[in-house]
């Protein structure tokens, strides 16, 4: 089920009457409303693949038991490798065991020796690089003694499907949201209707900006031999918005609809385009996968500390894992390598921490300095987004190859109308850059005005949403 479907919007306000006022009586009412309201969400693709989230929410959930319950340090890291094992090894079968039988074929190939080797007909389950490191979260503080197990399977099992956020994050801590479903919650109209401005912002970032710009990407990128530079740059830039407009929207939907239910997400983009460099990026940019990474990976790795060559050796490790995370191809690993690459500098010279302000503190305006490092950074940005998009590592290095050609001075051969839309966008998220998302306007005082701005908003979305698309993260 979409957020921008027409069965979700018959479907949302009907489970907020029932569980504000119908199961309302009690906590573990409303928890197993959720869970099935959830399990019907996700089932509502492929009822199949609800065999494989019961399945990992039962040995998660036992497997937190059995940590807490263990005598030795030996028997909790067995049932914490039965855990990583699972849940990995969904994550091998239906996203990784094809491209790792290709790349050995193609190996094999490229020596001379043909082999056949096996592949797997089978889909991608929706959501399940999200939910599976979810739930290896909880199992991993477990072990590590940060949390409690949980004797309560429906809150747990609605924990690991909450639909809001079940399919493309943000990427839930048990410790952040598990406790969220033990406390008594009351209907705040505040938090709600903050809720539903942030549903608004993020429709509006999904269906007019990212759907409009990914019609434009989609053809330069389909056809880049036949475009200018100029051309060239601009399918690249539009594919920037894109991604950002459909996965940020997909978070503030998220965000924002758990609102209606009482419950906090996390923020998972913190304006990222406005980045004076890159680590300041990765730290606006899909905040939960990369504190994800940080505190299960990075860390324990040895992070920023050690000798030169384990500097570096732990850097490249967490941004090309980063990079498979999203997809089985090279692509994706050569743009984390190359995000890597322009990290490295700044965490040699200790400069990874400078900006960890917002940009352009105290005042409306940004000033040169600052505008040329948020330019230079989001140039770079571009460049690596290449790689995201490229269907193969070939398509790639052309693409970038012709981008950097006199032509880049010629104008533009496509329709430039997504650029109204992008600079609606960077406006209203430039205002609120201190904020949580792009549509706080606590600062107007007059109704009217902030009500004018809705309805604005809201045409846009009515008239301008470009031919519904899928979000890009649903593949991941």
């Known amino acids: 089920m979409l957020f921008n479907s027409f069965e979700f919007l018959i479907f949302l306000p009907i489970v907020f009457l029932l569980y504000w006022f119908v199961f309302n009586k009690s906590i573990k009412l ?22 494989l989230i019961l399945f990992s929410s039962i040995i998660d959930y036992y497997c937190g038991l059995f940590i807490e319950n263990a005598n030795t340090q030996k028997s909790k890291k067995n049932w914490l490798t039965i855990s990583m094992f699972v849940n990995l090894g969904f994550l091998g079968v239906f996203k990784y065991f094809n ?37 290896m979260s909880y199992t991993i503080d477990v072990y590590r003694g940060n949390l409690k197990p949980t004797r309560d399977p429906v809150a747990f099992f609605a924990f690991v499907s909450f639909f809001p956020q079940l399919v493309a994050g943000p990427i839930e801590r048990a410790t952040n949201l598990l406790p969220q479903f033990y406390k008594k919650r009351k209907f705040d109209y505040g938090r709600a209707a903050d809720g539903l401005r942030q549903i608004l912002w993020g429709l509006f970032k999904k269906i007019v900006v990212a759907d409009n710009c990914a019609l434009i990407a989609n053809q330069v990128f389909d056809n ?42 996390m923020q998972n983009f913190a304006f990222p385009y406005f980045s004076r460099d890159i680590a300041e990026f990765w730290r606006r940019w899909h905040i939960s996968l990369s504190t994800w990474f940080r505190d299960y990976v990075y860390i324990p790795l040895g992070g920023s500390k050690g000798n030169l060559s384990k500097k570096i050796r732990n850097t ?55 505008l040329l490092q948020v330019t230079t950074t989001f140039l770079i940005t571009i460049l690596a987004w290449v790689f995201f998009r490229a269907p193969s590592v070939n398509v790639a290095f052309n693409y970038i190859y012709n981008l ?20 609606i966008l960077v406006f209203f998220e430039w205002l609120n850059r ?13 109704a009217l005005f902030r009500w004018t701005i809705y309805t604005f908003i809201f045409c846009l979305i009515l008239i301008f949403g470009a031919k519904s698309q899928s ?3 649903f593949q991941f």
């Open 99 to 135: 491209f790792f039988s290709q790349s050995l074929e193609e190996a094999f190939l490229s020596f001379g020796y043909q082999i056949d080797t096996l592949t797997l007909n089978i889909i991608l389950p929706v959501g399940i690089s999200f939910y599976t490191f979810q739930t």
């Open 471 to 473: 979000f890009i993260y």
């Open 224 to 265: 880049y031999a036949d475009y200018n530079a100029s051309t060239l740059f601009v399918g690249a830039l539009f594919f920037a918005f894109q991604i950002y407009g459909d996965f940020s929207g997909y978070s503030d939907i998220a965000i924002g609809t758990s609102r209606l239910f009482g419950f906090n997400l």
């Open 434 to 446: 201190k904020q949580q998302h792009g549509l706080v306007l606590s600062n107007v005082n007059f």
């Open 30 to 51: 409303q928890n197993f409303l959720l869970l099935v309201v959830s399990y019907i969400f996700y089932g509502w693709w492929d009822y199949r693949f609800l065999s």
């Open 404 to 423: 950097f050609s006199i032509t880049i001075l010629d104008i533009p051969t496509v329709d430039l109308k997504p650029f109204i839309f992008i600079f």
């Open 316 to 370: 490249f490790i967490i941004f090309i894992v980063s990079g498979f995370w999203h997809g089985a191809n090279w692509t994706f690993m050569i743009w984390g390598a190359l995000n890597a690459i322009y990290f490295l500098p700044l965490l040699l010279l200790n400069k990874n921490r400078k900006n960890t302000n917002n940009v352009a503190e105290n005042s409306v305006f940004i000033g040169f300095k600052e």
